[in-house]
């Protein structure tokens, strides 16, 4: 059996390191804001060349606390890919603003800089971009739109900690980069958690208010704020991790390539590019036959996930907000296909996994 993952044996290697900070957390008597949090936000600054870090409750309120912290009027628009993972777009709408589909580049499944500025109007606030599968999106051409039009920029960082393009980190591009730290992330706490990296000294002070009632002095609420702060003890365990995670993706990554060179040409591959450093928080392919060939896998014992079965714009909870289609983004959720790549994952069982997708080719594509 090749579990897709399996975050017991994910933690394990981390388990006496996390033993030491759980007793440190307990034994400091101080569980909410305090040292571990401000640690870690320096550590992960730091991994992300930016200036600040501020520690939220999880990646989706890092997206509203991003948004929020430009106090945009309501129902201006913000563009986003429509091959996103949902929270995207709830940020957006929770945020009281409204989202603007832009469909992929297939090859990529990152927004398609080119169809950013056709989707342009008065209205137009921000560009939320999402470094999908954790590959950084064409950020030097969306910078340059951003600046020509007066656009801010937000990156959904929380498929690509670490992934760089051109030497640059993700998360260190736009005004904020909001990161998720769910368990199953290349950079996962035992809970929920997440952050926001930023350069601005001011935009940083402002959401260390929002995340925690506005306040910044005890009692003193300069904003309509939410409880959104990051555990000390979630802190305490991401910073572990975090001295691990270029091991973490450097092991995806290998695992990676040895899909490439192993993997039949028959499926669609992720594309690799010149100037891209990808960390593939997920390794898709591509096929027509994707529901057939996810059975087939299953009887051979291979579990593997789809990363979307359904896109946004038809999900029953957002009937009514988008009225188009998204061609590209319903080819991608119909054919896509994610394979085993996790940090307990082995050349063997990449090895496995391929032999059985090209067994399969053989017989049906
Ligand atoms: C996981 C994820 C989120 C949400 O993170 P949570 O911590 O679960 O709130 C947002 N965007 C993308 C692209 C994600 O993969």
Not at 1 to 25: A, C, H, R, V
Not at 140 to 158: G, H
Not at 297 to 320: N, S
Request: aromatic share 10%; charged share 25%.
């Amino acid at each position: 059996m090749i579990d897709y993952e399996n975050l017991y044996w994910l933690n394990k290697p981390f388990f006496e390191d996390y033993q030491i900070s759980f007793g440190e957390t307990l034994n400091s008597g101080w569980y909410i804001l305090g040292k571990g949090v401000d640690t870690f936000e320096e550590e992960f600054a730091s991994y992300c060349h930016v200036k600040h870090c501020v520690g939220v409750a999880n990646g989706l309120d890092a997206l509203i606390l991003s948004l929020k912290a430009f106090n945009f009027p309501k129902n201006k628009e913000v563009l986003v890919p429509s091959n996103t993972y949902i929270a995207t777009i709830l940020s957006i709408l929770h945020a009281g603003l409204k989202p603007v589909l832009v469909e992929p580049d297939i090859r990529t499944y990152n927004i398609d800089p080119k169809k950013i500025e056709e989707k342009i109007t008065k209205d137009t606030v921000a560009i939320m971009v999402v470094h999908l599968y954790g590959k950084c999106c064409q950020m030097d051409t969306i910078m340059e739109l951003a600046r020509t039009y007066n656009l801010k920029v937000v990156e959904d960082c929380a498929q690509a900690h670490g992934a760089t393009h051109n030497g640059n980190i993700v998360g260190g591009f736009g005004d904020f980069g909001a990161f998720s730290f769910y368990p199953t992330k290349n950079l996962g706490a035992l809970g929920d958690a997440g952050a926001i990296t930023c350069r601005s000294d001011e935009l940083a002070e402002k959401l260390k208010a929002l995340r925690n009632y506005g306040s910044r002095i005890k009692y003193v609420n300069d904003y309509i704020g939410y409880n959104s702060r990051l555990d000390e003890l979630q802190a305490a365990f991401l910073r572990q991790k975090l001295k691990r995670l270029d091991e973490i993706n450097a092991h995806k990554r290998k695992l990676a390539n040895t899909y490439f060179s192993l993997l039949t040409d028959k499926v669609i591959k992720p594309v690799v590019e010149n100037g891209f450093y990808d960390v593939y928080h997920i390794f898709n392919i591509r096929t027509s036959k994707r529901n057939e060939l996810k059975e087939f896998l299953l009887e051979q014992g291979i579990k593997t996930e789809i990363h979307y079965p359904i896109p946004p714009h038809q999900q029953k909870g957002l009937a009514g907000v988008f009225e188009n289609n998204y061609p590209i983004s319903e080819e991608i959720h119909a054919t896509t296909l994610s394979l085993p790549i996790s940090f307990i994952h082995t050349e063997d069982d990449v090895a496995k996994v391929s032999e059985a997708i090209n067994k399969f080719a053989d017989l049906h594509l």
